[in-house]
């Protein structure tokens, strides 16, 4: 494979490599393109979290060889990884209207009340299962949930039958790794947000600095969220408030083509051509 990597860039001669969870590239691999071709960036993409001591080193494995570095995970946290030549940014993950195309919040067929997707968590104690059991407890027929994986069940979507899931979704918990990382979730953050889903998130990472206030909802323990579920739930009309507001800051905010956009103006060190919603400051050194 790293062999074909190398006669492709020479035959179609990029200007950019973007790399994310590819462990089988090697840094000597990419030293070799950039011989061939000097004017070549290389940018490499993490969305984990940094609590993962192999993440970690997956990201630290590039420092060096990529000209920048971006992480789903804004604040000190990216301190670790300066090193001489890459630069390490925050980058939110991006919003698509050619892919999130549906708004839930105008669906008026929608049949889920509330939303939990998420896979199991493997080697580690799942907080999401133990969410997903005592929600599954106290609801006494009250909202029509569905609940997708989180070690529950082996219920898993993907592609246009998630798409489809999320349009027939009225509310929905985006509950991560981690809950207490500056500007750091899951995926199905954006994906709810983008879809005109009313989203539930841990307090603590703080994405009103980005999204602005009322654009999704938090909670700091099970029976706040149950209390606010409850209460969206017989409040239509400020639950499609709140859905609309997160939907247009997300779209507006988290649009894939700004987010490249500011990966490129980085990567080539070129001056910003706008202000991003999100911190675009390069890490500093500890």
């Not at 604040?75 to 890459?86: A, I, P």
């Not at 894939?256 to 060190?269: I, N, P, Y």
């Amino acid at each position: 494979m790293n062999k074909s990597l190398v006669n492709a860039a020479e035959q179609y001669e990029p200007d950019v490599i973007l790399l994310s969870h590819c462990k089988n590239v090697s840094n000597k691999t990419l030293q070799i393109i950039k011989g061939i071709l000097p004017e070549l960036r290389i940018i490499y993409t993490n969305v984990d979290p940094l609590s993962a001591s192999d993440n970690v080193r997956d990201i630290e494995q590039r420092v060096g060889i990529a000209d920048a570095i971006f992480i789903t995970t804004a604040g000190d946290g990216l301190r670790q990884f300066v090193g001489e030549k890459s630069q390490i940014h925050y980058f939110p993950n991006p919003v698509d209207k050619a892919i999130d195309t549906m708004c839930a919040y105008k669906n008026t067929k929608a049949n889920i009340d509330l939303l939990f997707l998420g896979r199991a968590l493997r080697h580690m104690d799942d907080h999401r299962e133990s969410l997903a059991k005592y929600l599954t407890t106290k609801n006494k027929g009250y909202i029509r949930s569905y609940v997708g994986g989180l070690g529950v069940n082996q219920n898993l979507h993907y592609g246009a039958e998630y798409l489809k899931t999320l349009n027939n979704s009225k509310m929905g918990i985006c509950l991560s790794k981690v809950a207490n990382h500056y500007l750091y979730a899951s995926d199905r953050f954006s994906h709810y947000l983008a879809a005109g889903i009313l989203t539930f998130i841990p307090t603590g990472s703080h994405f009103e600095d980005v999204l602005g206030s009322g654009t999704f909802v938090e909670f700091d323990s099970h029976d706040d969220l149950w209390r606010k579920i409850i209460h969206f739930s017989d409040n239509a009309e400020e639950r499609v408030a709140t859905a609309k507001k997160g939907y247009e800051a997300a779209h507006l905010k988290f649009d894939v083509e700004k987010v490249c956009q500011f990966m490129l103006e980085v990567a080539f060190r070129e001056p910003l051509s706008q202000d991003y919603s999100w911190p675009t400051h390069p890490a500093t050194a500890l």
